[in-house]
Structures are given as structure tokens and as C-alpha cells.
């Protein structure tokens, strides 16, 4: 008998009709003699929508009391479904994120998986199809954490890998990982099989597919992931170890991205080194860090847009003396392994660029990726050329 990991994105789960489909999805599992732990993501726009409504409350939400609102979407999908199932026959419990015993890092709306204490998931797997509030946790203090954006992902794979599933599979409106956004891009090519490495660089970069803290532990613990959809029987994308030919198999536009120039009349080392532990330290990362004067402070960086509420709040208070500007731009990263050792995926990316008169801010090469970032936002039809060009 296998034991399987089944992950239902909001989307799948966004109204009563969408539910008795995901059920039907998790029986036709069960009644091939799988035990069955299923994660959930909160229903539709629930997330945002909680968001916002905290958002009308106070323009920057205390961090811990934001967790303890967004962890309720999570706790009704669960319910719903665990009702739907008990109905249909079919024996399930709902399990939020520490009664399932997973245990987090102290950061607020962005914690990471330190352990899972899996007591409580196997006793229900005895008699019960288990299902586990995705996104959330329990902290050392006892308070409850929510993972970011995408981390049902990462609480599925790390279930998986905890309990020693046979495989995880991700369901979602897509059904599978494409060349690009296929919601931007019609020509998009679903990808039969990636890497680790390769999903790796494409979930960091932006791509909305996975949460990239799932690949991860994926990768880590050699589990196969799956991604398919919800409302089809379609093949879907295999992410494991298989490396196949050095080509581009993925180009990734990420427009979430804020570009922040930080002045300051002095300069010393104590005070850069002072403003970059004051960023890591609430829990943002800058990018691309560079100061461009020897006389006075004259920074750049890039930050993700969700944290760019953090920021403005450290504005207010640690970095209230620094002058500050910010603008949205877009990052484009070129994503297959061993593509940087050919030079005709680069000369015809520049080349695109130069007759859009587009000017480029940085350029990084790792082994698997081109990362390009530009000085503004631009348009998906840039994206659309490059992916002709390049994409077989």
C-alpha cells in the first residue's frame, strides 16, 4: 500500500462545486488502496481578501496578529472538504497546521518548516483519509506562522517527505509546468519532466508554479512531485532528478520586483554595514546590492514587492534619515541546464533587447540560468519574443 501526498491549490477549491470535484480527485486516489494525506490551500481570493480587510484596519498590521487572520482560510477549506468527504463515506479529519505538529521559525508571514512531528498525521492515517491545513505552523513560542506566498506547497512536500510518501502530487488550475505563463503567453509548451535544479531556478526567479522552499525539500529528500490539474486527467509535469538535454526550457517574467535607491549625506562602513543588518534582520532580502559612491551612501537594491510594506515601515522608524526612491521593474530569467555554455541564447536575448531600445540594469549567469533586470517594468510582449526565439 503507498502512501501519497495530494495538494489542492485555492483555485481548485474556490466554491461547493469545485470541492465535490477535488473529493472525487481524492476517492478515485483512496479506492486504489492509497493512504491518503491531502493539503489545502484557504479557498480562492480568501488570502487576499483577509489581507485587505486588515489592510482597512491599519495600513501596516501587526505581524503576529496578521498570521493568526490569514491561518483561518486554510482552517475552512480543511473543514469543508473533511464534512464533504465524512458524507460521501469515506472516513477524514481536518488537521490545522499544529495539531498536524509542524513546527516553525519565528518569522511572521514568512516562517520556515524546521520540524514535523508526524505522531498525530500517522495514528489518523490508520482509519482516515488526513487532511492538513497547508501554509501555517507553530512557532517555539507557540504562536501560530504562516509560510508566504505558495507555502501549501512547501508544507506538502515536507509532509511527504516526513512521513515517507511514495510520491507528492500538486494540483492546481494548470495542468503542469509550461515554458512560460501560458495565462501571458498562448504558444507556452508544457514541460513532461525538470530537474530539481531546474524548477529550483525557475520558482526563485517568480514563477507562480511551486513555492521554491518546496524543490528544495524535494530535491533533499529525493521526493517526485507531480503537478496536474484539478479538472482534467492530463499528463502533468514530473520534477525530479532526470537532467536531459542542455536547452531553454523555461522563461520566467517576473514583474514583483521594487528598485530602491538609498542616499545618505556620509558614508562609513559601520552605517552600510548597519542598514543591511537592519534589512536581513526584518527578514528582507536585498538583491543586486551595489554603492555607487566612496563619499556619501548611494545605494541600490531590489527587494520582491511583498515586502515592500516592511520596508515602508522601516522607513518610518530605522531608515527615516535616508532619502529614498522606488520604482517597479521587471527581472526575465532564461532557465535550462548547462545553457550558459551556449553563446547563441545570450547574442540573440541582446539582440531583442537592443531593437526594442531596451536598457539593461544588471546581468547574472549561474549554471542553469540568463537573469536579466531592467531599469522599468516591461511589457509581456518582450517576453513573447524572446520565448519565439528561444523555445523549440
Not at 202 to 227: M, Q, S, W, Y
Not at 286 to 299: A, C, E, K
Request: charged residues 20%; aromatic residues 6%.
Amino acid at each position: 500500500m503507498d502512501t501519497v501526498v495530494l495538494k489542492f491549490g485555492g483555485s481548485s477549491l474556490s466554491d461547493n462545486l469545485k470541492l465535490n470535484i477535488v473529493a472525487n480527485k481524492i476517492i478515485e486516489f483512496y479506492n486504489k488502496g492509497n493512504k491518503i494525506v491531502v493539503v489545502v490551500s484557504a479557498q480562492g481570493k480568501t488570502t487576499d481578501n483577509l489581507i485587505k480587510e486588515a489592510k482597512e484596519l491599519s495600513s501596516l498590521p501587526n505581524e503576529r496578529e496578521l498570521d493568526v487572520l490569514l491561518s483561518t482560510g486554510e482552517q475552512v477549506s480543511i473543514a469543508k472538504l473533511s464534512i464533504l468527504l465524512n458524507m460521501l463515506g469515506y472516513k477524514s479529519i481536518s488537521l490545522t497546521g499544529w495539531q498536524a505538529g509542524i513546527l516553525t521559525s519565528n518569522n511572521n508571514q514568512n516562517a520556515k518548516i524546521e520540524n514535523i512531528d508526524v505522531t498525530r498525521i500517522l495514528k489518523e492515517l490508520e482509519d482516515n483519509i488526513v487532511i492538513v491545513a497547508g501554509f501555517q505552523g507553530i512557532n517555539s513560542k507557540g504562536d501560530i506562522t504562516t509560510l508566504g506566498r505558495g507555502g501549501s506547497d512547501t508544507t506538502a512536500v515536507a509532509i511527504a517527505a516526513s512521513i515517507k510518501a511514495n510520491h507528492c502530487y500538486i494540483f492546481s488550475d494548470v495542468d503542469g509546468v509550461y515554458s512560460t505563463d501560458p495565462n501571458k503567453i498562448t504558444i507556452a509548451k508544457k514541460l513532461q519532466t525538470l530537474s530539481y535544479m531546474e524548477m529550483q531556478e525557475i520558482a526563485d526567479e517568480g514563477a507562480k508554479v511551486l513555492h521554491n522552499r518546496c524543490v528544495e525539500v524535494g530535491a533533499k529528500f529525493n521526493i517526485p512531485i507531480i503537478t496536474k490539474s484539478t479538472f482534467n486527467n492530463k499528463q502533468g509535469t514530473v520534477i525530479c532528478n532526470k537532467i536531459e538535454d542542455s536547452k531553454v526550457k523555461s522563461i520566467v517574467k517576473n514583474d514583483d520586483i521594487i528598485y530602491i535607491k538609498l542616499k545618505y549625506e556620509n558614508y562609513s562602513l559601520d552605517l552600510f554595514n548597519k542598514l543591511y543588518k537592519t534589512l536581513l534582520i526584518n527578514d528582507i532580502q536585498p538583491n543586486n546590492l551595489v554603492n555607487r559612491s566612496t563619499y556619501n551612501l548611494n545605494i541600490s537594491f531590489n527587494i520582491k514587492a511583498n515586502d515592500l510594506n516592511k520596508f515602508q515601515r522601516l522607513l518610518e522608524n530605522d531608515l527615516s534619515d535616508f532619502d529614498v526612491s522606488y520604482t517597479n521593474i521587471t527581472k526575465i530569467a532564461i532557465v535550462g541546464f548547462g545553457i550558459t555554455n551556449n553563446n547563441d541564447i545570450l547574442n540573440k536575448t541582446l539582440n531583442i533587447l537592443q531593437l526594442n531600445n531596451i536598457e539593461i540594469l544588471n546581468m547574472e549567469m549561474g549554471e542553469a540560468k540568463i537573469v536579466i533586470t531592467f531599469g522599468e517594468k516591461l511589457p509581456d510582449g518582450i517576453l513573447s519574443e524572446i520565448h519565439k526565439e528561444l523555445i523549440e
